[in-house]
């Protein structure tokens, strides 16, 4: 454990970066659990996965979220990030984003099941 004067100087700092227009994005491990409102596990990498088709994907080919009021992709920078999706929303994340590298594969001539078998027998 830090003793005090370090952590005031570790608290200084990052205030003091955030002042010059720096973030900040804790990652913090065991001792805080979902009541404290944190993203936990799965959940959390669902919530990135979201955000992530949200801010990639075309907007005219997918549905509005509860989040959105606009037909253009997610900007973080502006709206900031967005509400935790619901199971259907993760849902339709997951299979557009599998739809889309399907399509990127397929231009490339790549079928998913021979990228599939690639990647295992490159670990065995």
Same mark, same amino acid.
Do not use: C
């Given at each position: 454990?830090?003793?005090?004067?370090?952590?005031?100087?570790?608290?200084? /700092?990052?205030?003091? #970066? @955030?002042?010059?227009? +720096?973030?900040?994005?804790?990652?913090?491990?065991?001792?805080?659990?979902?009541?404290?409102?944190?993203?936990?596990?799965?959940?959390?990498?669902? +919530?990135?996965?979201?955000?992530? +088709?949200?801010?990639? %994907?075309?907007?005219?080919? *997918?549905?509005?979220?509860?989040?959105?009021?606009?037909?253009?992709?997610?900007?973080? !920078?502006?709206?900031?990030?967005?509400?935790?999706?619901?199971? #259907?929303?993760?849902?339709? @994340?997951?299979?557009?984003?599998?739809? @889309?590298?399907?399509? +990127?594969?397929?231009?490339?001539?790549?079928?998913?099941?021979?990228?599939? %078998?690639? *990647? *295992?027998? !490159? /670990?065995?």
């Amino acid at each position: 454990m830090l003793p005090e004067h370090e952590h005031t100087e570790f608290i200084n /700092k990052i205030v003091q #970066d @955030a002042d010059l227009g +720096y973030s900040f994005a804790p990652f913090i491990g065991s001792g805080l659990s979902s009541p404290s409102g944190i993203i936990m596990g799965v959940e959390f990498t669902n +919530y990135l996965a979201f955000t992530t +088709y949200l801010v990639l %994907a075309d907007p005219t080919d *997918r549905p509005k979220t509860h989040g959105e009021n606009e037909s253009h992709r997610w900007n973080i !920078s502006k709206k900031g990030w967005p509400p935790l999706p619901t199971k #259907d929303e993760v849902d339709l @994340a997951r299979n557009g984003s599998i739809n @889309a590298l399907s399509n +990127y594969a397929n231009n490339f001539n790549w079928t998913w099941p021979t990228m599939r %078998a690639d *990647r *295992r027998e !490159s /670990k065995a």
